[in-house]
């Protein structure tokens, strides 16, 4: 079966509607146990078609030698483009679906110019104060969408393994923070890092484990 292609098609018909800045919006990070949510904000040239274009899928369907590759591609080739971060601790506080649209509101506070229109990926209410289409699935079908996936994608993953080396023996590089075996085998070992999400199941229990095993010990 064949990958789906994503087009401009509705940025377009939002252009045509008289929209001048048109924003593609999509997060990464939302499994994970540990590490930050990453949502890039991308606006897409719509006067041209960037040889780069023909090549944008939704990151998950992309190698991390092809993300690579197309991810300065489209800083370059975007009219604007942004990241907006929230980090463990503060999702442990606010919970996802607030920071999930807390992360959307900073990356478009800190693109150049505000957009006219936002179409994200997902059915999620983001509670944003502009006009904002939802499409499901949109990291596949929607241009602008999938560029923001493979911006947020690589700029989350830089950061995992930027902590690998703060914090050794995790295996952060590799599993970017999500649940692998290996990841729970190094929790059990460890105990939870400042970077884990201590809201999640699997570190909230191994944290009350350790404390437990510490009090008895004490």
């Known amino acids: 079966m064949s990958r789906q292609v994503p087009t401009r098609r509705r940025e377009l018909q939002h252009w045509r509607n008289g929209a001048r800045s048109i924003v593609g919006l999509d997060e990464v990070g939302r499994g994970p146990l540990a590490g930050p949510v990453v949502t890039a904000a991308v606006s897409l040239p719509l006067d041209r078609r960037p040889a780069w274009l023909s090549e944008l899928r939704d990151s998950k369907q992309l190698s991390a ?3 690579e590759l197309l991810a300065p591609q489209i800083r370059e080739g975007s009219l604007q483009w942004a990241l907006g971060w929230v980090h463990a ?3 442990d506080e606010i919970g996802m679906t607030a920071a999930l649209r807390l ?9 150049p110019a505000a957009p006219d229109v936002v179409i994200a990926d997902g059915r999620d209410d983001l509670r944003l104060a502009v006009r904002t289409e939802m499409v499901v699935k949109g990291d596949a079908s929607v241009a602008s969408i999938a560029a923001a996936s493979i911006i947020a994608k690589t700029a ?3 950061w995992m393994i930027s902590l690998d080396e703060q914090y050794p023996g995790y295996g952060f590089a590799r599993h970017k923070g999500y649940g692998s075996p290996g990841h729970l085998r190094a929790l059990e ?3 939870p890092c400042p970077e884990h999400r201590r809201s999640f199941a699997p ?7 350790r404390f437990a095993l510490d009090a008895a010990a004490s």
């Open 103 to 111: 992360a959307c509101r900073r990356a478009l506070e800190q693109l």
């Open 203 to 209: 570190v909230a229990a191994l944290s009350q484990q």
């Open 156 to 158: 989350r993953d830089a």
């Open 89 to 91: 601790t503060e999702l």
């Open 65 to 67: 030698r092809q993300r």
């Open 189 to 191: 070992q460890l105990g």
